[in-house]
């Protein structure tokens, strides 16, 4: 694995993309959205997770986060354990999730090809954390996640985006507490 593709510290800024295996649009629904907004919200309050932006998009999660407390790669892993088990578990009991059998049967598979899960699988293994080492890097990022639903046609401006720290950037009160870059 690349230099680039590790946490080394938890106290540096890093840009970190988790994405939905097969691409599949999960995210289109918005209580599958608030729990990943719960989730983050237990490891600000309990394991020290800073997030300074982030981004939920139809099956992809964009983020600069930090931790003053628990390692980011076991913060990265928690989260991800957690909201997979419970994202799969809301899939199932939806009565209105229309594509559920298919949902279902793409994470089993995906899950018995991969040895480190048991049985099914809902996020890529990778997050390719990138530490945001330079200004420039950093305002880069900040650009392209707050951008990213614009670029998908969403909306026409960032602050639009509801699922986005783009809101607080823009002095509007957003989702989560964020840590906002000066």
Known sequence: MSRNYKFYEKTELYFVTYTVIKWIDVFTRNEYKDLLLESWNYCIKNKGLKIHAWCIMTNHVHMIISSEKEELNHIMRDMKSFTSTSLKKMITENPVESRKSWILKMMKEAGTKNKN???????????????????????????????????????????????????????IKGLIKVELIE
């Open 117 to 171: 899960n048991k049985g099914f699988q809902f996020w890529q293994q990778h997050n390719h954390p990138i530490l945001l080492n330079s200004n420039f890097l950093l305002d880069q990022k900040l650009n392209y996640i707050h951008n990213n639903p614009v670029k998908a046609g969403f909306v026409m401006e960032p602050e639009q985006y509801l699922y986005s720290s783009a809101q607080d950037y823009a002095g």
